[in-house]
């Protein structure tokens, strides 16, 4: 199998080094965008071939990794004319539904993803559907590059908003949650360093302990919280803030706008 990346940005970057580090040999990959430096750097980085020709690299790949802006779309696969007949394509534009993107390639089998920030460290939560047009193999194919990014789930189409609102926007909310965290640990009288630390390795430690017990998170906060005592206190200030209803509507507000932006696109 050969790879062609149209675009050269931080996610092709991201999943060209997954795609290396699951034995692809840089001899099969080759990237194009339209900045000659960020192309170099990838060869030199790499070892990758690299092109300012997206119709080359659709040409010579059997499956063609999508990876521009949204607003790039149009020209990325336009200048690919009919050099993607008969390729796998897999988008990770957001927004860009199977539907518009085969309008723009209609000779391609096409395939869209949502992943999120970590696919930069292989700890991504996609999401992705297919086309009809996707044989069991293609689908193969595109699995393969999913891992590359981290976990992955299939889903209709409709879902991919609400995907979005949760786990595409989800390190988002994460961070800001880390960052509280982080400044509650200070307040109450820790270094910023120590508290930043502390911080994060309760986040990675919860939510390793919520996947390996397949509990529910309610009964998990229960486990951890005896009346009267420290957890309740801090609870209580979570549920006099109405926390988690605003992240319940964090969420749904998420995927109402991608909704809205998919629908302007
Ligand atoms: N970042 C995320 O966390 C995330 C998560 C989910 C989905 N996505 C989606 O991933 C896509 C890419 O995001 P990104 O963060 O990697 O963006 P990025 O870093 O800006 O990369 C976009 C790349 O596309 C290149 N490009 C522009 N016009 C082109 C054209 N006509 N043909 C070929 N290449 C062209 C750019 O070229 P230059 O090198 O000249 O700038 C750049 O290399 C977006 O559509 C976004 O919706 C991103």
Known sequence: MKYGFLGAGKMATAIIEGL???EVPAARIVV?????????????RFGVATSASNEMAARSADLVLLCVKPN??????????????GKILLSIVSGKTL????????GA??????PNTAATIGESATAYCCSESLTSGDRAAVESVLRCMGAFWEVPEHSLDAVTGLSGSGPAYVFLFLE???EGGVKAGLPAALARELAIQTLRGAAALAASEGLHPAILREMVTSPGGTTAAGLLELENAAVRGALIRAVEAAALRATELSSAR
């Not at 790039?72 to 336009?78: D, H």
């Not at 539907?99 to 209609?106: F, R």
């Open 20 to 22: 290396l580090k699951s």
């Open 32 to 44: 194009a965008g339209p900045e000659k430096l960020h192309l170099e750097k990838l060869s030199h």
């Open 72 to 85: 790039e779309t149009s020209a990325a696969l336009e200048s690919c004319g009919s050099s993607l007949d």
């Open 99 to 106: 539907h518009s993107l085969s309008v723009l390639a209609p």
């Open 109 to 114: 089998r096409i395939a869209r993803c949502m």
């Open 180 to 182: 509280a965290l982080t």
